[in-house]
Nanobody, 115 residues
Framework: QVQLVESGGGLVQPGGSLRLSCAAS????????MGWYRQAPGKVRELVAM???????NYADSVKGRFTISRGNAKDTVFLQMNDLKPEDTAVYYC?????????WGQGTQVTVSS
């Protein structure tokens, strides 16, 4: 069973930055893409950013221009650079890996933006 291990969450002041990392515990066969979702209290989980195997990216409108998704040297590693963070970015952030036969989720990492 593949595990996605996330790191980099924490508490940051408005306007600050954080970098999230996600790595698979072992190589994922036929990976199609990886990305980040988030879920705030009382809200549904929503897409933040995705990057596919070809390197194309997709962002939620609310984070365009502030967040950047990128891959590591291994296709089953992904990063999310978050700049100019706002209180409304507060949520649990989940990593997702999509492959030929389905997908995997990470356990989530808390991001809190507060002064």
């Amino acid at each position: 069973q593949v595990q996605l291990v996330e790191s980099g969450g924490g508490l940051v002041q408005p306007g600050g930055s954080l970098r999230l990392s996600c790595a698979a515990s072992r190589s994922i066969y036929s990976i199609n893409g990886m990305g980040w979702y988030r879920q705030a209290p009382g809200k549904v989980r929503e897409l933040v950013a995705m990057i596919n195997a070809g390197g194309s990216t997709n962002y939620a409108d609310s984070v365009k221009g502030r967040f950047t998704i990128s891959r590591g040297n291994a296709k089953d590693t992904v990063f999310l650079q978050m700049n100019d963070l706002k209180p409304e970015d507060t949520a649990v952030y989940y990593c997702k890996a999509v492959h030929l036969f389905g997908f995997y989720w990470g356990q989530g990492t808390q991001v809190t933006v507060s002064s």
